[in-house]
């Protein structure tokens, strides 16, 4: 077991400040260096770590410092959409594993880029789909473990969230990207609930855009199974990411009203429905969750996967999501797209695994 992994972190913005404060309470785990734009920014960050001898570096092109470092295991990449895949790329033909924000490529060709320097180097690339450490939806892989759903043969997923007045870290609307630009956070869940790479892979889809402000796309697996994912930054509907699954005995959604329909039982709803999902955490999570709310960190989820990430690195285990999960999730942004500005034709969705999904 390593003592300790050593971080570099490039993007002090609102996600990188934010990662900032949650890793003075990850175990096992030092910032040694950061990177940004601002000279404010790094003042800031530097503060924060309480000005402990960390490496600052400034400027458009110093990210590529920190990935050269001989001192450090991670680097951590919290910048814009667009530099995402540049940057990764280059850490880990520098040596280092990656973990980076979503998501993690903007095109299939940067999505091929990440999966080829990953086995090329032999480093780990692991996106932050914090979704994918939701209480609920790890409630829900608990039941589905425990056969509680019968078999699942449709799921949906999403990003709705109304930010016309505040476009915070979404780079693209619907209208200046013709697809589903940020699908991860919809995705990366159902895709652990069908064991998408594990035995199941994602087809093709079909992806329609209403008046440029609402994008759905259908996807298809392998084994027949359906996927809804949507995405809407445009209209007032309240935050959703759906979070649905359809079994042959069972049924769950998180938004808009936590529900949860069993066979052979009542339907139970909100409060109810989300501690009976938890009831399902195996011991781990349970765990992982405790020292959450006894540290009083802000977000669960995030605590709960850099935890996770650090430990598994720590120990040379295999992370929870792989290189391929980050490519495959992400690489809907550019097919969606494609889909939708041909009037929803069918696109066929690369194997990034070449046929071990199987
Ligand atoms: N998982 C989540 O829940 C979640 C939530 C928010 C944001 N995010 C993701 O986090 C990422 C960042 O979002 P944000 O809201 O913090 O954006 P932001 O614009 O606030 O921050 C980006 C930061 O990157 C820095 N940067 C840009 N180019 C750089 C370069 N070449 N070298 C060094 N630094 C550079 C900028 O100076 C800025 O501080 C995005 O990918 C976003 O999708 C994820």
Redesign the pocket.
């Known amino acids: 077991m390593k003592p300790l992994i050593r971080i570099g972190l490039?993007?002090?913005?609102?996600?990188?400040m934010v990662t900032l404060q949650r890793y003075q309470h990850i175990e096992g785990a030092r910032i040694v260096a950061l990177?940004?734009?601002?000279e404010q920014?790094l003042a800031q960050g530097e503060k924060l770590l309480g000005n402990a001898g960390t490496a600052l570096y400034q400027g458009?092109s110093?990210?590529r410092s920190v990935c050269e470092r001989e001192d450090i295991d991670l680097v951590y990449i919290?910048?814009?959409?667009a530099?995402?895949t540049r940057m990764a790329v280059y850490a880990m033909q520098q040596g280092k594993d990656v973990a980076l924000?979503?998501p993690a490529a903007m095109s299939v060709e940067e999505c091929w880029q990440l999966v080829e320097t990953a086995e090329q180097t032999h480093r780990r690339c692991m996106m932050?789909e914090?979704c994918c450490y939701d209480t609920f939806h790890l409630g829900i892989m608990g039941m589905l473990r425990k056969g509680l759903f019968g078999e699942v043969s449709h799921c949906e997923g999403a990003y709705i969230h109304d930010l016309r007045t505040d476009r915070?870290?979404v780079s693209y609307t619907v209208s200046d990207h013709g697809g589903n630009p940020y699908p991860t956070h919809g995705l990366g869940p159902i895709c652990q609930i069908l064991g998408i790479n594990h035995g199941d892979r994602l087809v093709s889809l079909t992806s329609i855009s209403g008046c440029n402000h609402v994008n759905n796309t259908l996807i298809q697996t392998e084994r027949g199974k359906s996927i809804l994912l949507q995405f809407d930054e445009r209209t007032p509907r309240p935050y959703n990411r759906l979070q649905t699954l359809c079994g042959t005995t069972g049924f769950a959604q998180k938004y808009p009203r936590p529900t949860i329909q069993l066979d052979g039982h009542s339907p139970i709803f909100d409060t109810e429905a989300e501690q009976f999902a938890e009831s399902h955490h195996d011991e781990a999570t349970r765990r992982l969750i405790e020292e959450g709310k006894q540290i009083g960190v802000p977000n669960l989820m995030n605590y709960i996967m850099d935890r996770r990430l650090i430990d598994a690195l720590r120990a040379d285990r295999p992370l929870d999501m792989t290189v391929y999960d980050a490519a495959l999730w992400s690489c809907i942004t550019e097919l969606s797209a494609r889909s939708a500005t041909q009037g929803g034709k069918p696109v066929d969705i690369p194997d990034f695994t070449r046929g071990r999904w199987q």
């Open positions: 490039i993007g002090l913005g609102q996600r990188g990177c940004d734009l601002s920014a458009e110093r990210w919290c910048t814009d959409w530099s995402h924000e979503v932050l914090n915070g870290w």
